[in-house]
């Protein structure tokens, strides 16, 4: 049966552990607030055919942080997401008219480098944090995730800052800010051709994984305090950007 709804190039153990993986890095985000997104990637990488990962990724996070922000919608900055939805699309069109060559590993080492700065440099300006702060990384984050996949650490190390380290609006923020930014994914690689119905129940399967993982995760989230909580996401972001630099040295 289950068989029925996976993609030709999907055997069903591979499914099987897909679907797993998702719901236990929904559940990873949804605790700690990020990491989930990237540690899925990195497994799609090695076991998706090259051409679906980043569409297929996109869709799968696009649902598990729609759930995460459904579930923690009452701290949502929404003075906050006025300004990154415009961003986030404005980004998502400039992506779909533009085609860049910049080396991989250049955009690698820097969002490493913003991130490891937003983590342990000092605090951005207020004014930076702001309504044009917020438009202009929703923008540049939202244009770059369409070839990488890569800007979730990067929007999450702006957001906890914007948040002042409050862990549940860290973490509904960002999951509103990157419902946002994956959700336009759809539109551009349907519209460059991507055959999203070969791979919807797969995607759904997945979806449906990670709306258990974040229950289960913002149970555990409840039980940190915010001081535990941003010590935890610090040093989780700081472990993405090394595996960034990692991954841009070894190309």
């Known amino acids: 049966m289950l068989e029925c709804l996976l993609p030709a190039d999907v055997s069903l153990a591979l499914g099987v552990f897909l679907v ?4 236990a890095t929904s559940a ?3 605790t700690f607030g990020i990491g989930g997104g990237v540690m899925l990637l990195g497994l799609m990488a090695s076991l998706v055919p090259p051409a679906a990962v980043i569409p297929v990724h996109g869709m799968v996070q696009f649902g598990s942080n729609v759930n995460r922000a459904l579930m923690t919608w009452r701290y949502i900055d929404l003075a906050a997401m006025a300004y990154f939805a415009p961003g986030a699309f404005l980004g998502a ?4 008219r533009v085609l860049i060559q910049v080396p991989l590993s250049v955009v690698q080492l820097s969002i490493a480098g913003f991130i490891l700065l937003l983590c342990w440099g000092p605090e951005l300006p207020k004014r930076s944090l702001g309504r044009v702060g917020t ?3 929703a ?10 996949g890569a800007t979730g650490p990067l929007v999450a190390a702006f957001i906890k800052q ?6 549940f609006g ?4 960002f999951a509103a800010a990157m419902s946002l930014q994956h959700g336009p994914k759809a539109i551009i690689y349907g519209a460059a051709g991507f055959a999203f119905s070969d791979w919807l129940g797969l995607i759904l399967l997945m979806i449906a994984a990670g709306a258990v993982g974040t229950w289960l ?3 555990m989230l409840g039980r940190l305090t915010n001081k535990r909580f941003g010590q935890v996401f610090k040093i989780v972001l700081t472990l993405l950007a090394a595996r960034l630099i990692w991954q841009a040295l070894s190309t």
């Open 20 to 23: 797993l993986a998702a719901g």
């Open 28 to 30: 990873v985000t949804a």
């Open 93 to 96: 069109w400039l992506a779909s």
């Open 135 to 137: 438009l202009f990384a």
């Open 139 to 148: 923008t540049a984050t939202t244009f770059i995730s369409m070839f990488v």
């Open 162 to 167: 914007q948040q002042v380290g409050e862990r």
């Open 170 to 173: 860290t973490v509904a923020t």
């Open 217 to 219: 995760g913002l149970r």
